[in-house]
């Protein structure tokens, strides 16, 4: 099946960057019915799985279907037939005309398209806009979120009161810039840790040695005999 890649923006713009293959449908009179559904943004209740993490730590959440790329940190899935938007929580993707916007997309598209995953809340239930947040795992114990900051296709970002993670997220970022990964790839790497004092010399620079004086004025010429 064929996974459109979009991208949404904050207010709920979604917009096609690889649409699949669509027919024009035709036109049709209108006829009295009901609206169609809006998407699902309450917690969905199904029962809950665990994982083993990459660091050999068993987590619980709820499996879900991924049926839609949004871009490089949302998701849609459908759970118990129904369809829920989800924003991982912990890191942030580029934005429509950022660098790395399309390849962070194309990143997520091939860990999670098509796959069954795991969703674990931390504290909040959704955002404002209604998008589920959560920690999304593979079932071989993959974290997606994880995975996309050591790439480099997403820096670490603080949402609290969801901070769990937040140091593994800051470790797998030191990863990133450390390998030149992705959206570190033109920076500079500083290896000391921040505020370290500068250390200085401890004994001032010797001073420039006097040239010394001749102690008697130097002779003066012979005279030149005269002819």
Known sequence: TAVAVVEESERGQVINLEPANTTVPTEEPATAGPEPSATATTAPEI??????????????????????IIDGDTIDVEINGETYRVRYIG?????????????????????????????????????????????????????VNGELVRRGFAQASSYPPDIALQETFTSLQRTAVNAGAGLWASQTVVEAPANTAVPQPTNPPAQPTAVPQPTSAPAQPTAVPQP
């Open 91 to 143: 890191m942030d993707t580029p934005e429509r005309d950022e660098p790395l916007f399309r390849e962070a997309a194309e990143a997520n598209a091939r860990l999670v398209a098509g796959q069954t995953v795991i969703l674990v809340k931390d504290v909040s239930e959704t955002d404002r806009y209604g998008r589920l947040l959560r920690y999304v795992y593979l079932e071989d114990g993959t974290f």
């Open 47 to 68: 029962e809950s799985v665990s994982v083993v993490d990459p660091a050999g730590n068993e987590v619980v959440g709820e499996t879900a279907v991924v049926t839609q």
